[in-house]
């Protein structure tokens, strides 16, 4: 009997932000997938084709999937980076759902930061960045510490919330050099992820994107 | 069997799914419901300081899709294929924009600035409520208007949505009017006779 592996596109803007972790568990799991990239301008066009009118989409042999969590979900679902019980699979789930309950408070900063439009950047690092990253962070730390600081947020395995975050962290430094030094179990958390040899790989060639 | 506690506030909104699960499974639970003025006691108990929380044989579990999601698992409710779950757990993270989007208007439901109301129905909740129910109308119809948005049987997101359309009604009566496979799918959803049983029995609360 012979199974064939479905085709896999991930269609995504050109940068890291919510397709990214997508990437790496293809990465990680050496399955063969169209990198789709659609650049800004060419976005307006592609828009109406997407079943939200956003991105990230996998298309798994040419039917569309949207919602960057639940292609994260379903793919590490697949590959094996979604926790080992239904239980450490729902805690990576929460982790996830507060990472972007996170992402929307430190918003207004990013899009700044990332040149989206314009604002008084000193003020929304005081005001949105700092609060928004104590109160995520200081969760992930405990969270990381009854984990056993064991370098992974959910069980002893790597799963997708610790390449979510790490890669979020990647893109925070760039414009907020120190932002996790009160954090140093999320740092070992980084730095184990991070320092995967099949991660790694992928991390030293991928395309370098301002978000 | 684990014993489960569901903690959330004297109302539907986000806990509600979780709690129709544990119904239509028929799995006793202890339906922990938080007062305003008990909710700063509680708080910090609550890992990510937020409701609902779920309590499997009482180790926390935050985060309301989380939870639905991890309850629907365990009762059957969430697809039968992983890309059916997946599907399920699109449109799931679909409503919580939406949702997001809605929250100024559901801030000013709980005031008295009936002005304000009237304001953020036009600006926020129309706009809000088009995008997101044309998106599901569609999904409605492309999945066969069978009654369910994904695959061939109920899952935690029929539930999640019909019960979003039963509060969202209170304060704007015919809101999804122009959206009859949606209202068809909610018809069918909450007339089901094990929901339908806790629906008639559940306490009244503004939402």
Known sequence: ?211 | MPTYKLSYFEGQGLGEVSRQLLHLSETPFEDDRISQEDWPKRKDSMPFAKLPVLFVDGKPLPQSLAIARYLANQFGFAGKTPFESAWVDALGDQFKDYFSEMVPYFMALGGDNEEEKSRLQLEVAEPAINKFFSILEKRAKDNGSNGHFVGDSLTWIDIHISDHMGVGEKYFPNAYAAFPTVLALREGTVSLPKLKEWIEKRPVTPY
């Not at chain 1, 609060?131 to 969270?143: D, S």
């Open chain 1, 1 to 211: 009997l012979l199974t064939t592996m479905p085709s896999y596109k991930l269609s995504y803007f050109p940068g890291r932000g919510l397709g990214e972790v997508s990437r790496q568990l293809f990465h990680l799991s050496d399955t063969p997938f169209e990198d789709h990239r659609v650049p800004m301008d060419e976005w307006p066009a592609y828009k109406d084709s997407t079943p939200f009118g956003q991105m990230p989409v996998l298309f798994v042999d040419g039917k569309p999937l949207p919602q960057s969590f639940a292609i994260a979900r379903f793919l590490a679902d697949q590959f094996g980076f979604a926790g080992k019980t239904p239980f450490e699979a729902a805690w990576v789930d929460a982790l996830a759902d507060q990472y972007k309950d996170y992402f929307a408070e430190i918003r207004p900063f990013l899009f700044v930061v990332f040149g989206f439009g314009e604002g008084d950047k000193e003020k929304l690092k005081k005001k949105v960045a700092e609060p928004a990253i104590n109160k995520f962070f200081g969760i992930l730390e405990k969270r990381a510490k009854d984990n056993g600081s064991n370098g992974h947020l959910v069980g002893n395995s790597l799963t997708w919330i610790d390449l979510q975050v790490s890669d979020h962290i990647g893109v925070l430094e760039l414009y907020l050099p120190n932002a996790i030094s009160a954090y140093p179990l999320v740092n070992e958390i980084r730095k184990k992820t991070t320092t995967d040899p099949k991660l790694k790989e992928w991390l030293d060639k991928r395309p370098v994107t301002p978000f």
